[in-house]
């Protein structure tokens, strides 16, 4: 027969919780399981999973705890710590969704949104699938699967209750003014082709008056869309790597791994 003492009973409920904690932060934040499609169902249901095979290990940190429950304060650290691993991959993310924002915007598609901003849609048409785009080749890399990887471990490196100190303000406008920088590289195609685009019609406005430039130049901005999303898509794998390797050093490096 097993017997369990209550210390023991206690310190596997805490390391529960715990890891379920900091798991979910992960899934409403991360980019990968963070977008509305994802149903929360499911990101609990992988939570409580993932949570379960965990948990065992980790029931030694737990007993620091001794009998005293777990103040509200660690356990919003631990959710914080998830939310944080997630924020820092979508800041990663945000030179995709830069160039996806920009092309939408020079192709017209998103004229409306100018007007009337829904929050329900990031950006236009042709953004949209950019974006898309970029997080398919993010499964398809198993980018998700290094997150997941990195966030496993960090139970074993990262104490209950400690918050990294490799994280800090300093680090996070590192990690934006990178992603800016890059986003605006990816950009360069979609604001070179259409600033051409822009000059040739500003020619023609002066040369014939009557041409009706707003039909005419709103029919030829859309299929420039798709010669930019030629010229982007092939090397968007390379790029969407580009974007998440230091975001990714940054998670490691908070969570104590080398």
């Known amino acids: 027969m097993i017997s369990l003492t209550e210390a023991q009973i206690f310190a596997a409920a805490t390391s529960f919780m715990l890891v379920s904690v900091r798991l979910f932060g992960v899934f409403?934040?991360?980019?990968f399981f963070g977008f509305r499609a994802f149903p929360m169902q499911i990101r609990v249901s992988l939570t409580l999973f993932l949570a379960l095979?965990?948990?065992p290990n980790l029931t030694e940190q737990a007993k620091s705890f001794?009998?005293?429950p777990p103040t509200f304060f660690a356990v919003a650290l631990e959710f914080f710590i998830g939310l944080f691993i997630g924020f820092v991959v979508r800041v990663g993310m945000m030179a995709i969704e830069l160039a996806a924002e920009v092309l939408s915007v020079q192709t017209g598609l998103s004229f409306a949104t100018s007007y009337v901003r829904d929050p329900n849609i990031a950006s236009g048409l042709v953004g949209e699938f950019l974006g898309l785009t970029a997080i398919a080749l993010m499964f398809a890399m198993n980018l998700h699967l290094v997150m997941l990887d990195f966030v496993m471990?960090?139970?074993k490196t990262l104490p209950f209750g400690v918050w990294?100190?490799?994280?800090?303000?300093?680090?996070?406008?590192?990690?934006l003014s990178f992603s800016f920088g890059l986003g605006m590289v990816l950009a360069l195609p979609t604001i070179v082709v259409y600033t051409l685009f822009y000059i040739i019609q500003a020619i023609l406005a002066r040369t014939s008056p009557q041409f009706?430039?707003?039909a005419v130049g709103f029919a030829i901005t859309v299929p420039l869309a798709f010669v930019v999303l030629m010229i982007i898509l092939p090397d968007l794998p390379a790029f969407v790597q580009r974007a998440l390797e230091p975001a990714y050093g940054t998670v490691r490096?908070?969570?104590g791994q080398q």
């Open 53 to 55: 095979l965990l948990f």
């Open 164 to 175: 990294p100190t490799g994280w800090n303000l300093q680090e996070v406008v590192r990690l």
């Open 153 to 155: 471990a960090s139970f």
């Open 212 to 214: 009706n430039l707003f």
């Open 28 to 31: 409403l934040a991360a980019p």
């Open 253 to 255: 490096m908070g969570l």
């Open 66 to 68: 001794a009998l005293t």
